[in-house]
């Protein structure tokens, strides 16, 4: 089982599409049966993720991507610093109490990092 965590600390579009990307890449080289991956989102990364804020062609494939058992994780913390609530974010997040605990937590499981 392969296990990736992509880490996403800024509010810049592109960082995400890479992510994106780089997921859609693995997913055509390994069965998602044989992958477990994470997306962890802290800092200013959860304002990528609020409702509207970015054009239909990411949200699809975000929405894709969690529709294959991709998870998606916000940091409780950078979502306070930034003055969001759960329900300003688009549905295919989760909420992690702190992102820097659950990177470190899935560093020490297993996980690839790949900071975009």
């Known amino acids: 089982m392969y296990k990736v965590l992509f880490h996403i600390e800024l509010d810049a579009i592109e960082p995400l599409k890479v992510a994106i ?4 890449n693995l997913l055509k080289e390994i069965p998602k049966s044989q992958c477990d991956i994470v997306v ?8 990528l993720f609020v ?19 991709v998870v998606f994780l916000m940091c409780n913390n950078s979502l306070n610093n930034l003055n969001l ?10 909420i992690t109490k702190a992102g820097i605990l659950e990177i470190i937590k899935r560093q020490a499981e297993g996980y690839a990092y790949v900071r975009t």
């Open 51 to 69: 409702k509207n804020m970015f054009d239909q062609e990411i949200y699809t494939d975000i929405k894709k991507l969690h529709e294959m058992g």
């Open 40 to 47: 962890v989102a802290n800092y200013k990364g959860p304002l």
């Open 85 to 94: 609530r759960k329900e300003d974010l688009i549905e295919e997040v989760g």
């Open 21 to 24: 990307g780089n997921i859609n």
